[in-house]
């Protein structure tokens, strides 16, 4: 089973859309979870870390299941700028190092 | 708003030769790690290093691979012996704490 699963899509929506990605990771003991975007050939950049108690930061919002190991993420009314990959982030509990564990992301088309 | 730097931004090298990938991380960091993406894949962690010296390494990370901080602000990934299979988008990265951590722009490493 993979580290840190996502749905590679892609996604293919109309501006003002509401879209969800989820991700599922293997670790239960993974501490902590972050959502980053990457433009094409370009670097991760983060968008947020997420809590179990869920964030929100504008139109975005984050929600992690520990349970379930289920971490998500709500884009509302998407922005043509919104289009990129998103890529699930996971800090695996075997490590203290900051090692990231990258899913291989989820691409988002937002279409006007 | 202070970045991580990454120099060259595209490297092109023959199979057998060595290179060296140079990064600025940002200067009260005290976490530094190397990435890379193969095109195409996900993100790949191939090292971390604090307080001088390495903290972890993946499979990845042979004897092939090593870093240096050479003075306090340059941090370098030295590959001894490219092969075919090390072209791929290397990317430094650095953080005050094992989270948070901010990406570089990436060097290009084409391996002919």
């Known amino acids: 089973r993979k580290e840190v699963e996502q749905d590679p899509g892609p996604f293919n929506v109309p501006e003002g859309a509401t879209v969800a990605f989820n991700c599922t990771y293997s670790n239960s003991a993974s501490q902590s979870f972050f959502w980053y975007r990457q433009d094409c050939r370009k670097e991760p950049k983060l968008l947020m870390s997420?809590?179990?108690s869920g964030n929100e930061d504008g139109r975005f919002t984050a929600q992690l299941n520990r349970a379930s190991q289920y971490i998500s993420l709500l884009i509302r009314d998407s922005k043509l700028s919104d289009s990129a990959t998103y890529l699930c982030v996971v800090i695996p509990g075997s490590s203290n190092t900051g090692k990231l564990i990258f899913g291989q992301g989820t691409t988002l088309q937002v279409k006007p | 708003e202070p970045e991580v730097t990454q120099t060259p931004s595209h490297q092109v090298t023959q199979m057998g030769q060595e290179v060296i990938l140079r990064c600025v991380p940002i200067?009260?960091?005290?976490?530094f790690y190397w990435y890379r993406q193969i095109l195409g894949q996900k993100v790949e962690f191939l090292v971390s290093f604090y307080n001088n010296e390495i903290s972890e390494k993946s499979e990845i990370f042979d004897d092939q691979f090593s870093v240096e901080r050479p003075d306090g602000s340059n941090f370098t990934l030295k590959i001894r012996s490219t092969k075919l299979e090390d072209s791929a988008m290397y990317f430094c990265?650095?953080?005050?704490?094992?989270?948070?951590?901010?990406f570089g722009p990436g060097t290009r490493l084409t391996v002919t």
């Open positions: 997420v809590y179990s």
């Open positions: 990265a650095s953080s005050e704490a094992p989270a948070g951590v901010l």
């Open positions: 200067s009260n960091h005290l976490y």
